[in-house]
């Protein structure tokens, strides 16, 4: 299989919704499932990048202990604390409540920071049972097993120890023959699948594949994987197939990766700063 470039041809095919005037309901509803005790902060990366991206209205679900102290640190989003383990995780009891959470979202983007548990297993299932256009990524990835058909394919974000957690497999495994181990997943999981790396793929459970090879080094650097999961999220709340909304993800992340490398230099910026390069990379 030869991948297409990510470019702009391909992304004049897959385009975005267009920007229309009105209040925040009609740029769509996010709910971000994110962080724990230990990594809170990723929550707020993904919602950020979310609302960068142009959501209009966001909800954070966190840990309970965190949910306070993100509710300050972004006074954009509803917080609402959910039940957590003793690991500072999402505890198994919280994946109903979670689910409904979704349905009442136009988008959701879960996973980034989580702490791995037995809630995790929960929660990939009750979020994957829904029809909500739906991103995974980071701890939920490693306990997922193939959903259900939906209406909307799910889009997963994994970097090579997750790809290699949902294939079963070794991680050496995935980076010899990363675009393979792509198509094998997005087959087995009838998902949208970002295969993270210097050169990324996306691959879809039709065996189609665009390469994108631009960015910067400094991309890779703690935090710029919830960035990502963030841009997919406030795409797809906007209404952006899903298809079209992790291409242009990838695009976007990029770009912005290599206009900071162009202020600051080629490493050394924080994930954080991603996310204000976005809006003057979306098409208006």
Not at 27 to 42: D, F, N, Q, T
């Amino acid at each position: 299989m030869t991948p297409r470039p990510l470019d702009s041809a391909a992304l004049n095919e897959h385009p975005l919704p267009p920007v229309v005037d009105g209040d925040k309901e009609t740029k769509g509803r996010i709910l971000v499932i994110a962080g724990s005790r230990e990594v809170p902060g990723a929550a707020l990366l993904t919602a950020r990048a979310a609302m960068r991206a142009g959501a209009g209205k966001l909800r954070i679900a966190a840990v309970e202990g965190t949910a306070v102290q993100l509710g300050l640190a972004m006074p954009e989003a509803m917080v609402v604390g959910f039940p957590e383990d003793e690991d500072g995780g999402f505890a198994s009891g919280a994946a109903k409540l979670l689910a409904q959470q979704a349905a009442n979202s136009d988008a959701v983007v879960a996973g980034p920071g989580m702490a791995r548990g037995d809630g995790c297993a929960r929660i990939a299932a009750a979020l994957t049972a829904t029809e909500t256009p739906l991103a995974l990524d980071a701890a939920l990835l490693h306990e997922l097993r193939p959903p259900r058909e939906r209406s909307s394919p799910p889009v997963l974000l994994p970097h090579s120890g997750e790809l290699a957690s949902l294939l079963d497999c070794d991680e050496e495994e995935v980076e010899r023959d990363p675009l393979g181990c792509g198509v094998r997943a997005a087959d087995r999981y009838r998902s949208l699948v970002l295969v993270k790396g210097v050169t990324s793929h996306v691959v879809t459970p039709e065996g189609q594949a665009w390469r994108y090879d631009g960015g910067a080094p400094g991309l890779g650097v703690s935090g710029s994987g919830d960035v990502l999961a963030g841009i997919v999220g406030g795409l797809l709340a906007r209404g952006a197939e899903p298809l079209n909304a992790l291409l242009w993800a990838v695009w976007l992340h990029g770009e912005a990766g290599g206009a900071l490398a162009k202020k600051v230099g080629p490493i050394g910026f924080l994930a954080r700063e991603i996310t204000d390069e976005i809006p003057s990379l979306l098409p208006s």
